[in-house]
Nanobody, 115 residues
Framework: QVQLEESGGGLVQAGGSLRLSCAASGIIFSIYTMAWYRQAPGKQRELVAHITSSGSTNYPDSVKGRFTISRDNAKKTVYLQMNSLKPEDTAVYYC?????????WGQGTQVTVSS
């Protein structure tokens, strides 16, 4: 069974911080590209952060400088540290694992940022 299990979502005030975790099982974690996506009601799912097996990262302008993606291959876990949160960051956040054409998604975790 291939599974991604997100945790760490919740309610925070604007300007606060939150750390999301995604624990993987059923894959050779170290060779996978890992990513976080988010989707707000009525909006398309968008890439939030991306990290390759070699540790290269990229972020869209909307979160650049505020969010940091990291991975711990020994724990088969990817993290998303979110700082200086804004109400527009409110969304369901999804973990993704990819290798070539193979994609696996987590169930999502809700992040709500109050003003």
């Amino acid at each position: 069974q291939v599974q991604l299990e997100e945790s760490g979502g919740g309610l925070v005030q604007a300007g606060g911080s939150l750390r999301l975790s995604c624990a993987a099982s059923g894959i050779i974690f170290s060779i996978y590209t890992m990513a976080w996506y988010r989707q707000a009601p009525g909006k398309q799912r968008e890439l939030v952060a991306h990290i390759t097996s070699s540790g290269s990262t990229n972020y869209p302008d909307s979160v650049k400088g505020r969010f940091t993606i990291s991975r711990d291959n020994a724990k088969k876990t990817v993290y998303l540290q979110m700082n200086s949160l804004k109400p527009e960051d409110t969304a369901v956040y999804y973990c993704n694992a990819a290798l070539a054409t193979r994609n696996t998604w987590g169930q999502g975790t809700q992040v709500t940022v109050s003003s």
